[in-house]
Structures are given as C-alpha cells and as structure tokens.
C-alpha cells in the first residue's frame, strides 16, 4: 500500500529549523546532504520525522521572495500539520518546557485532546492525542 512519504515546509534558513525539530519536537534528523537548485545552485536536503514514523518532513530553504512570503503561512493562518502522540499530557508537558510557542491552550474534543503551536517557521501544527 503507498504512503505519504515526504512534506515540505518552507523555512528561512536550515540549521534553526532543524534544531527546532530535532531538539525541541523530539524528530530524527534523517538526512542532510549537500544538492543543487535545477538551475545549479547549492542547497540541502534536509529531512526529519517522528521517531518510528513513514512520513518525513522535507525542510526547505526559502528560494527567492516569493518563496520566503510563504515561510510560516503555508495554509494561510490555518492548522497545516497534525502530530499525534499516545500521551498528550506528558508530550504537552515536555513541549512546553522546551520552549514550543502553544498559540491555543489544550482542550477536549470529541475526536482526543489538542492545542496548537507555531513551528520555527510560524506554522501552526494540532497536537493532538486519544480521547480520555
């Protein structure tokens, strides 16, 4: 059966988008390696995951300004990504103290807990976790 194997998110610049998610979202840095633009540039392709997770995070470097106007705003103010964890209270808990910005406080819906947090680049993500 296919997966969703990679998606991307813009950002500024690589190393403080990496260290956001390596060290304060727990991911895998999976790859960082040197490659080009198609018209031969020099850039990286940097991928992180969840750990034990198929789908990666591609972060990519803003490409001219077109590019660097979307750096936070990939779904225009929205929730874009959802990153499910079995222990929201203690996932909340460690975030938190890492220093994730929470842009909405936790709550119960009827589908597990949630609350929002703007990723290095200003995206917002749903944490979210198992109905109690």
């Given amino acids: 059966m296919p997966h969703l194997g990679l998606v991307t998110v813009v950002v500024s610049d690589y190393d403080p988008a990496i260290s956001f998610f390596v060290n304060l979202l727990g991911f895998e840095l999976v790859e960082d390696s040197a490659s080009l633009t198609t018209d031969g540039r020099p850039k990286r392709w940097v991928v992180v995951r969840p750990p034990g997770g198929a789908t990666g995070v591609?972060?990519?470097r803003a490409d001219g300004d077109e590019q660097q106007a979307v750096v936070g705003r990939q779904a225009a103010g929205r929730v874009a990504f959802f990153l499910h964890v079995e222990d929201f209270d203690a996932a909340y808990a460690r975030l938190a103290a890492a220093g994730v910005q929470f842009v909405r406080a936790p709550r119960r819906e009827s589908?597990?807990?949630?609350?929002?947090?703007?990723?290095?680049?200003g995206n917002r993500w749903d944490l979210?976790?198992?109905?109690q």
């Fill in 58 to 60: 591609l972060l990519a």
């Fill in 128 to 131: 979210t976790g198992p109905a």
């Fill in 111 to 121: 589908y597990g807990q949630v609350a929002v947090f703007a990723d290095i680049a």
